[in-house]
């Protein structure tokens, strides 16, 4: 039974903004025995191909033919937008019909309680009915097809730099596997990160056979020295690949004596998430692989290690062309973000991650994620590396007064830690958060580095954690810290000058705190100098204390008595003094 109404709705989801116009309010029954979504209106769809798509058997065991199919865009009575996928026509039908079993393949969930009906995807409740009868009912409004013109695909250019300017190979494979959606063909702009980070030489060819199996061949190489430390003070990195799936993990290190404990963490890792023995480890003959400990755990483990001849990188070059690889996009995203040199180790990073995202010329342009996880890859929460970013400032963090919202520069995804990794440029940290605003072609610019080096251990959570997918495989709420986000919300002349109290009561109710530091005469007062400026070495050890006495007297001559009265006091009868003559 459809009914006109007058309505009038705009619905913005997800990435898309899209201009839905309801016109028509449409009753659907909910039937969690239907296989499919069916409706007998064609008006109602959106997209529909017409043909013999076999019969549907009726309650009565009569049977109606399917006559098309097609995707019905409605707006939900709590005004979410829902797509309705695969939608049979059947003309002999007199109800429109919304499948349980199709919403929960896509991942939603229908909650049936007390004569109401809730559907929700995670937390967010995308429509509500209540039952009539003995039916679920709900309401919803129709999305003319024609009204959605305004609706901007994403460009291939945005998808080259959220992808860390991947090749238009690659987002061709994306597109057309439909991981991603954007306009018909892709054409990107030139692009002079790429030049900047990627120009090199004509490669050769190569006739090598990859292993089938997971964790049958593991490769590693180590890159650096880098010429900056990064924001953690590494200077090197390391990375595991394995040969089967081309999965890639990047561990930053301070020094190379590192490696094996980090090859330690990897090891337990692969091994407990895919249930698989790690066989053959190949590597170069660097002292950090050739290492008397590790030798030793390989040979614990059962652990083939193959180190390839000296001055030989051809034949580790899966390590060697991954570390090319990763560099290439780091100077890309690097170039692009206009971000200093100290940000490379986080580039590093969100490059492994957009690296196993993307299709793999040794995997015929599989991507390595699924191929290692056997699991769809999810792209929706994907975001340009560098760009400007507003986290969200909890209340617990902020006075009456304070903004809600805190600048911050977006440098990775979290795989250990939850959430987006962002940097807040004012307080020199790395801070995670669930709740941001992108920005997405906005850039800081150079962003000025402090001596000091935060470690990962440095960095706070923001606010609870963000689902980094449409299947929220992040659920968890990271514990807020008083340093995650400034409040120096004030400004003008309410800020006390430093040494200057802020108030009178606050200078009568100080009390000066005496230093229990110790005091050190200055090296240009030491026995040494006035030695050097006396007669010369002396002949005997009489001719010695006496030299010693005189520039004991001409340094207590130079020093101020409080420097004195504090040496007496600390000399109590309980110490001895010890002579050095």
């Not at 709705?9 to 309801?22: K, R, Y």
């Not at 909650?111 to 929700?120: C, N, P």
């Not at 690296?355 to 995997?363: A, C, F, T, W």
């Not at 996880?373 to 929460?381: A, F, I, K, L, P």
Request: proline fraction near 4%.
């Amino acid at each position: 039974m459809v009914s006109l109404s007058s309505d009038v709705c705009l619905v913005t989801h997800g990435e898309q903004e899209c201009l839905h116009v309801g016109t028509h309010d449409v009753e659907w029954v909910i039937d969690t025995v239907a296989s499919f979504h069916a409706t007998p209106h064609q008006n109602l769809f959106t997209s529909y191909k017409s043909g013999d798509f076999g019969a549907v058997k009726m309650g009565n065991t009569s049977f109606s033919k399917i006559v098309g199919i097609g995707d019905v865009h409605i707006t939900t009575n709590v005004g979410c937008a829902l797509v309705l996928k695969d939608v049979r026509h059947v003309p002999d039908l007199r109800l429109n019909l919304i499948s349980g079993t199709a919403l929960d393949q896509q991942g939603y969930l229908n909650r049936f309680k007390e004569g109401t009906w809730k559907l929700s995807k995670g937390s967010l409740v995308v429509a509500r009915g209540h039952i009539c009868g003995t039916l679920y009912k709900t309401h919803a409004k129709l999305c003319h097809p024609s009204l959605n013109a305004v609706e901007e695909e994403i460009s291939p250019n945005l998808w080259h730099r959220r992808l860390g300017h991947l090749s238009v190979k690659g987002l061709t494979t994306l597109a057309r596997k439909e991981r991603i959606s954007m306009g018909k063909g892709v054409d990107l702009d030139p692009c002079e990160h790429c030049l900047f980070g990627k120009q090199h030489k004509v490669s050769f060819s190569s006739t090598r056979k990859n292993h089938s199996e997971l964790l049958s061949l593991v490769h590693s190489d180590v890159c650096g020295p880098i010429e900056e430390e990064s924001l953690g003070g590494s200077r090197y990195f390391v990375t595991f690949i394995d040969d089967a799936s081309r999965k890639v993990w990047a561990y930053c290190l301070k020094s190379k004596d590192q490696v094996f404990d980090r090859f330690r963490l990897f090891h337990a890792m692969v091994e407990t998430e895919t249930g698989k023995k790690l066989k053959c480890l190949r590597s170069d003959n660097g002292g950090e692989y050739t290492s008397r400990e590790f030798s030793a755990y390989c040979a614990a483990y059962g652990i083939r290690h193959e180190k390839t001849v000296p001055r030989t990188p051809q034949h580790n070059g899966v390590a060697e062309r991954m570390n090319r690889t990763i560099m290439e996009k780091v100077r890309c995203m690097l170039s692009m973000a206009k971000l200093s040199k100290p940000f490379w180790g986080e580039a590093v990073l969100t490059a492994c991650y957009l690296i196993n995202r993307s299709p793999s010329v040794p995997l015929n342009f599989e991507v390595p994620e699924k191929k290692w996880s056997g699991r769809d890859v999810s792209y929706s929460h994907l975001k340009v590396f560098g760009c400007k970013t507003f986290a969200h400032v909890s209340k617990e963090l902020r006075q009456k007064l304070d903004l809600k919202s805190n600048p911050c520069i977006f440098i990775g995804y979290g795989d250990e830690e939850l959430g987006y990794r962002l940097w807040d440029p004012e307080v020199k940290k790395v801070v995670r958060s669930r709740d941001v605003v992108f920005h997405e072609n906005e850039f800081h610019g150079c962003v000025p580095i402090i001596c000091q080096q935060h470690t990962p251990e440095d960095e706070v959570p923001v606010s609870s954690i963000i689902p980094l997918s449409d299947k929220e495989m992040h659920d968890t709420t990271e514990q807020e810290s008083d340093g995650s986000v400034g409040d120096d919300d004030t400004h003008g002349d309410d800020i006390p000058q430093q040494g200057e109290p802020s108030s009178e009561d606050e200078a009568e109710g100080t009390q000066v705190r005496r230093s229990t530091r110790g005091i050190v005469p200055p090296r240009k007062y030491s026995t040494s100098e006035w030695i050097l400026v006396s007669e010369g070495e002396p002949a005997s050890i009489a001719g010695m204390r006496e030299i010693k006495k005189k520039v004991e007297g001409e340094i207590c001559r130079y020093l101020p008595p409080s420097f004195l009265e504090v040496a007496k006091r600390h000399i109590t009868p309980s110490r001895k003094v010890l002579s050095n003559t």
